[in-house]
């Protein structure tokens, strides 16, 4: 189920030359109409895009499943990059997903990843994981590949926060609004506003010390 700042931090590594075409988005099948997958986005930025999804439907260049290793295999294609947008956390098995997914990428290219960190159980057909940061940051150490310091954000609110200047030394922090000096997510206003309405209305948001947030990584696969 995409999101308008997952397609504004597509735009962001477009802009930044770290997305070039051809694009492949697994999970590419527009379940929102015309705005639920980046092919125009892409379009608008010139870049050839394709997509890929597990069901056949609009946006469907052809049918692949991310766990079949095997089909992976068979594919015998590789892109300069591959977008797997809001599609870890509904797969049961993300790592293996990630894992078929750089196979996908060419040398040089990129993996970029965006999702949900704190959201709503939804479907798609089902809602199994919220990937959090150091899953990202393990699974590139383990697989050969980079993460991009500079591209890897909080998705929250319109804006991109960057991980790394959330972070207190090994404690990587989720955006909040709940503590001193944290009103650069929400304004002053809608934050007394939230907590009053949430804590009137006794709504789970009482306890949720964050605004709704998602991840954008980009996983950069090595030349050699």
């Not at 477009?14 to 379940?31: A, C, D, M, Q």
């Not at 892109?79 to 996908?104: C, R």
């Not at 960057?162 to 001193?180: E, F, N």
């Not at 944290?182 to 007394?192: I, L």
């Amino acid at each position: 189920m995409a999101v308008e700042t997952d397609f504004d931090y597509l735009r962001h590594l477009i802009r930044k030359n770290e997305v070039v075409g051809p694009v492949l988005e697994i999970g590419g099948r527009s379940w929102q109409g015309r705005g639920g997958n980046a092919a125009s986005v892409c379009r608008d930025e010139g870049i050839a895009w394709e997509g890929s999804d597990i069901v056949d439907g609009p946006g469907v260049g052809f049918l692949m499943d991310i766990l079949d290793s095997s089909a992976v295999e068979a594919v015998g294609r590789l892109w300069a990059s591959v977008l797997v947008f809001n599609l870890l956390e509904h797969v049961y098995d993300p790592i293996t997903a990630l894992t078929n997914a750089m196979k996908l990428v060419a040398p040089g290219g990129v993996a970029a990843v965006a999702g949900p960190a704190v959201w709503q159980l939804h479907d798609y057909p089902a809602d199994y994981w919220r990937p959090m940061p150091d899953f990202f940051l393990e699974f590139a150490s383990r697989n050969g590949c980079q993460v991009l310091n500079e591209d890897f954000m909080w998705l929250v609110e319109g804006k991109m926060l960057r991980v790394d200047l959330l972070s207190v030394g090994s404690q990587k922090q989720l955006p909040s609004y709940s503590r001193p000096g944290a009103f650069h997510v929400w304004s002053r206003p809608m934050t007394y506003w939230s907590r009053a309405l949430h804590q009137g209305l006794r709504t789970f948001g009482r306890d949720t010390p964050y605004p709704t947030s998602g991840l954008g990584v980009c996983l950069k696969k090595p030349l050699g």
